[in-house]
């Protein structure tokens, strides 16, 4: 864990529109660090590697950290791996690469305040030639609800940015 940092208290439950979810149980203040998103510290080899059979089974926890080495969370992650994500511009998380005890660390920090009961959402980082196919919507009516923020009872899509990218 970064040295000094208190996690928040997290949970994990269902998300209707994501599969599962990372929850506030308490109250977060804006730029208050919330978890570090933890795992294997695997090489960019090994990632490409992981990340074709991952592609296949329609998941993916790698994190790049830096030019050399990626967080695998598939086996050995902690509740930050069920943030689901949201543009950056709506997200409630950012994240910060911080460099502790000479050691490149994923930290996610409130970009906004956060009440308790509240889904978990960071930008992954993707763009439309970088994410993984299974990652993006099937149906181009799907995607042009959630460019334009058309939500009714019938649509449970949450992304409201405008230039999401039209993937979970």
């Not at 795992?39 to 090994?46: F, K, N, P, S």
């Not at 990340?51 to 902690?78: C, M, P, T």
């Amino acid at each position: 864990m970064l040295r000094g940092s208190i996690q928040k208290n997290v949970g994990v439950a269902f998300s209707a529109t994501h599969g599962w979810g990372a929850y506030a149980l308490e109250p977060i203040q804006k730029d208050e660090f919330v978890l570090e998103y933890t795992g294997e510290l695997i090489t960019d080899e090994e990632a490409e590697r992981r990340g074709a059979i991952y592609d296949r089974k329609s998941v993916s926890y790698l994190f790049g950290v830096n030019s050399e080495y990626v967080v695998d969370a598939a086996r050995k992650g902690n509740k930050a791996k069920f943030a689901n994500h949201k543009a950056k511009e709506v997200a409630n998380l950012d994240v910060r690469i911080i460099s502790s005890n000479g050691e490149d660390r994923i930290g996610l920090f409130a970009n906004e305040s956060i009440a308790v009961g509240e889904e978990l959402f960071f930008d992954y980082g993707y763009t439309h030639d970088s994410a993984p196919k299974w990652s993006q919507h099937d149906k181009p009516k799907q995607l042009e609800k959630r460019v334009y923020d058309v939500v009714d009872d019938e649509n449970e899509w949450e992304c409201v940015a405008c230039c999401c990218m039209g993937f979970l």
